[in-house]
């Protein structure tokens, strides 16, 4: 029977894949590259998706994602703010932009079953949906402090290409975290995060350790700019009283190159 329930019936749910056919029909008025490679994968909470009227959810959310067997280091786990790459299985993963994004009836839903083959899983699921949201609450740095480390870009991303997958997170903990004269100096703290189990291998270990100094000299190499310490540590040790202080550090290309594009507006 058509309607909703039908939907439910059908399995579908937050991270799912749309076959082929449907995402290909439901492309067409938005995208007009869209290719043998592109997927569209269902943003919408479960309970959206399944909901019982169509007055109250008339329509889901989607996001393009690109199939692709290059790995990039620098735009895994939620770092970049404008683009994301997901792991899709051996050797395969799925690249997507913010900004690729859109809506549709939710009733396309109705006559298939999502793509049985591929579709956003758990670890993956949850990046994904942080994703998205901090596109409306990440912090922004001082102004002042985003032009003096601009410089310290081709380093850090050079160390972000070699170790990136193992990294899970960049926080900073600036002072004064305001906008300061020319002649103030920006003190900071720097956090590398990794999973625990990535940490219990020694070896591993010293390598991010190593990364984490390299990220360290290249911001204090900085004009304006001192750190007066940095560290590595496991998801597990870094705490929520970590985060009262620290800000996560979201790793864009442009805006962290000054290249246009990647500006925000100044603090009133």
């Given at each position: 029977m058509a309607g909703p329930q039908s939907i439910k019936d059908r399995g579908w749910r937050q991270g799912s894949v749309l076959p082929t056919e449907i995402a290909e029909r439901v492309a067409a008025p938005r995208f007009v590259d869209w290719g043998a490679d592109d997927r569209a994968i269902l943003l919408s909470q479960d309970c959206d998706v399944v909901h019982g009227s169509y007055d109250v959810e008339p329509s889901v959310e989607l996001i393009r994602a690109k199939v692709s067997a290059v790995k990039d280091a620098v735009v895994r786990y939620g770092r970049n703010p404008r683009k994301l790459q997901l792991e899709s299985g051996p050797d395969a993963f799925l690249n997507l932009s913010v900004h690729d994004r859109w809506s549709v009836p939710r009733s396309e839903l109705e006559t298939h079953p999502p793509e049985p083959t591929l579709s956003v899983q758990a670890e993956s699921l949850h990046v994904l949906v942080e994703w998205v949201a901090k596109r409306y609450t990440r912090p922004a740095f001082p102004d002042a402090f985003n032009d003096r480390r601009a410089g310290a870009t081709r380093k850090i991303e050079k160390e972000l290409k070699k170790n990136g997958t193992l990294i899970t997170g960049l926080f900073?903990?600036?002072?004064?975290?305001?906008?300061?004269?020319?002649?103030?100096?920006?003190?900071?703290?720097?956090?590398?995060?990794?999973?625990?189990?990535?940490?219990?291998?020694?070896?591993?270990?010293?390598?991010?350790?190593?990364?984490?100094?390299?990220?360290?000299?290249?911001?204090?190499?900085?004009?304006?700019?001192e750190v007066v310490d940095h560290a590595v540590v496991s998801e597990a040790a870094f705490t929520l009283d970590d985060l009262q202080y620290f800000q996560r550090w979201d790793w864009d290309y442009r805006s962290h190159s000054g290249e246009p594009g990647g500006g925000i507006a100044p603090s009133p």
């Open positions: 900073l903990l600036i002072s004064p975290n305001e906008e300061c004269a020319d002649d103030e100096v920006y003190e900071v703290a720097l956090r590398v995060t990794a999973a625990k189990t990535t940490l219990a291998t020694k070896s591993i270990e010293a390598e991010l350790a190593r990364t984490t100094r390299q990220i360290a000299d290249a911001l204090g190499a900085c004009d304006g700019i």
